[in-house]
């Protein structure tokens, strides 16, 4: 039904706190009351000729990105696994997988990092027929142990990147899906640390994505809900049950407009996924038939 309308629809992007949906691509229309939208994170799509609301969610959903084959795997709502022929590079050697909605109506965006080079390739739609990256641009200094992180860190709707330095505890942030020696938003969080890592996620569902980190020694998470600098975190718990060699990943898996922690075990071959930042145990368990290779865990996010 989606494509049938797309020569016909302006967007709208849901604001929780004014409960409005806000025009995005009219500039004539004016924000339309949506009282009974209860997603925080949701998209709605708007028939001119037929009056009629669609609504997208912003859904979150483990998966495991294989580098030697440029493959995907994404368990579904059903808990089924989805795999996709990630044909938009053919790089293999330290790749770093991030997901995100790279522009308006982006219904499955998914993006590489490649740390050698400081190059990221971002593609809007991964389920395409394309073998061309949407994006692809240079950010941060090459061949640093520096991690990548992804999140609407405006609260515009879009995703984009940013870089988190171990050495120095500071976050790089980026707007803009272009080539920059200075980023837009950076500041440090944080203890110094090699070990610790940094995560993005919208910690109070208001729509804007914010740092973390996470202490992987002692199971600590430590978050952040504002672009500042700061050494006391605005969130702190210990995760219960977790173990040191478990690699975290973010997403709203509770569907509740907040995101919150999962890890992978790979040794077991199962996701383990909390839907709150406490420091309680786990909310749900997904074993995973593993793919006999590398696997890499991210966060896939989509519209459904």
Known sequence: MLEKLRNKIHTFFYRPEVQELLAEESQEADPVNFEHCQKPKSFVVFDTKRRVFITKIRMSSVALYCPDSHRLMVVDENKQQQWIDVNFSEKKNAVFPLSGLWKKNCEAGFGLYF???????????????????????????????????????????????GLYDRAKARFYLQNKHQSHIKADIQFNFGPRHLNWLGVAGDWNGNGQTTVGLYDPDHGIAMLQNQHQGSIKPDIRFKIAGVLKDWQPIIGDWGQNGIDSFAFWDNENSQFYLKYQNDNGGFDDVIAIKHPGETVIPVSFTSLV
């Open 115 to 161: 740390p050698e080079t400081g190059e990221f390739s971002l593609k809007n739609d991964v389920f395409g027929q394309s073998e061309q990256a949407d994006y692809t641009f240079e950010f941060g200094p090459e061949a640093q142990t520096w991690l990548p992180i992804s999140g609407d860190w405006d609260a515009d709707g879009v995703s984009s990147i």
